[in-house]
């Protein structure tokens, strides 16, 4: 069991953030290049409220709009032939769901740090906005927006709450690390559930441990690069 579960929580996680990650710098771009702060303001809100939500709400709200019963998730079994309510996509939307708002946010705080100089300076020079933003801002920003990645996966591989609710806890299918943990401590075996707490903190650790290595060797590039 504590095989599967590390195989779905993985291959979760994963498909989880090949979608947070281009979703969350496209809305990170969009939100650091509006110009009206009412906009800016309501857009941030909105795209960091799963953040801030409890994720039995979260999973509430997705329950509610892809159930079986409800038009969106009768529209993909009718016409996908497949449901995403208690599926394997289901973990993966939850996941995705309570990792966005890591990866915008570090993708956001990384491009409004780019220098608006080498922007302006590329604008001069004729580059179009998408070359400035390939060749310039992501570049420049890539260290932040790659540490909002690896945050976002390991939010992704450790969501509980919203997995559960639209999900499930099928073993074998919908069970991720988190839930097997649940399921061992409610059936009193805290030693199986100790293994699992384990690998997920272990993987957490490894996680944490790069982006301040990512971060920390950022920081002696930048110093090496002033002006003495």
């Known amino acids: ?80 032939g497949f449901k995403i309510a208690f599926s394997w996509s289901a973990t993966v939307l939850a996941a995705v769901t309570a990792s966005f708002p890591l990866m915008y946010r570090a993708a956001r705080g990384a491009f409004e740090q780019v220098d608006p100089d080498l922007v302006n300076a590329a604008r001069t020079l004729g580059l179009s906005e998408w070359r400035i933003f390939w060749r310039i801002v992501l570049p420049t920003a890539l260290p932040g927006v790659v540490a909002g990645g690896v945050l976002a996966f390991a939010r992704g591989m450790g969501e509980f709450g919203a997995t559960a609710m639209i999900a499930g806890n099928i073993a074998g299918r919908t069970q991720t690390l988190p839930l097997a943990i649940y399921s061992a401590v409610a059936a009193g075996d805290m030693e199986t559930a100790g293994g699992y707490v384990a690998v997920i903190a272990a993987l957490s650790f490894i996680a944490v441990s790069g982006i301040n290595q990512l971060l920390a060797k950022e920081g002696r590039a930048g110093r090496r690069g002033e002006p003495g």
């Open 1 to 80: 069991m504590l095989w599967s579960a590390m195989f779905i929580s993985l291959k979760t996680a994963s498909a989880a953030i090949a979608v947070t990650f281009f979703l969350g710098v496209a809305a990170a771009r969009f939100v650091a290049g509006l110009r009206r702060r009412r906009w800016k303001l309501a857009l941030d809100g909105l795209f960091t409220l799963p953040l801030v939500l409890p994720p039995t709400v979260a999973g509430f709200f997705l329950l509610y709009v892809f159930g079986l019963n409800r038009p969106v998730g009768r529209f993909f079994a009718e016409w996908f």
